[in-house]
């Protein structure tokens, strides 16, 4: 499932980081106003009944990292009530196992959420082209790979087995093909 994270999101809301604030190298600081949206009410709808449809396995792709939401950046971090909808979306419909696909901050990193028995996957590859040395110091307390600071690509295998749900394993790749970490998806 693509999500749009992008057309909908009232940007305009978006709160700046007050001028030298540290511990961030993102410009952007938690909007806590309800009426803040990055998935407008029309996706929201969508993506409600396509958790409801029978699949073996999903992948929820997301241009903003879900997980990893403390940089300041373009994330769902930005947008706690929506964050949470999200969480709470994946976990009511028993999603816990489905990788969430993201990018937009320039090197690659897995991270973790965990609620109860709930668990959640991040996973961010992102630097194809370039990366930027310096974003992978910003927070993340729910890091459990990376980061990887170098060009890459993620790789996700599927393993389809006669029995049972299929296995999952999210690779970063750096561009020469040297793999730097990998992470089955239980």
Do not use: C
Request: charged share 20%; glycine share 10%; hydrophobic share 35%.
């Amino acid at each position: 499932m693509l999500l749009d994270t992008r057309t909908f999101k009232t940007e305009q809301l978006l709160a700046k980081m007050p001028e030298g604030t540290t511990g961030s190298l993102g410009k952007f600081t938690p909007n806590t106003s309800r009426a803040a949206t990055v998935l407008g009410a029309d996706q929201w709808e969508w993506l409600y009944q396509q958790l409801g449809k029978p699949a073996e396995i999903r992948l929820i792709v997301s241009s903003g990292q879900v997980v990893a939401n403390e940089k300041g950046m373009y994330e769902w971090g930005n947008y706690p009530f929506e964050g949470r909808r999200l969480l709470d979306a994946l976990k009511t419909a028993g999603q816990g196992k489905v990788p969430i696909l993201s990018g937009n901050v320039h090197f690659s990193e897995l991270s973790m959420f965990k609620e109860g028995d709930f668990e959640l996957v991040d996973f961010t590859s992102s630097g194809l082209t370039h990366v930027n040395q310096n974003y992978p110091d910003t927070p993340n307390r729910r890091r459990i790979a990376g980061p990887f600071v170098q060009k890459n690509f993620g790789q996700i295998d599927i393993e389809w087995i006669d029995y049972g749900e299929p296995s999952v394993t999210l690779t970063a790749v750096e561009n020469d093909g040297e793999i730097w970490f990998q992470f089955l998806l239980d």
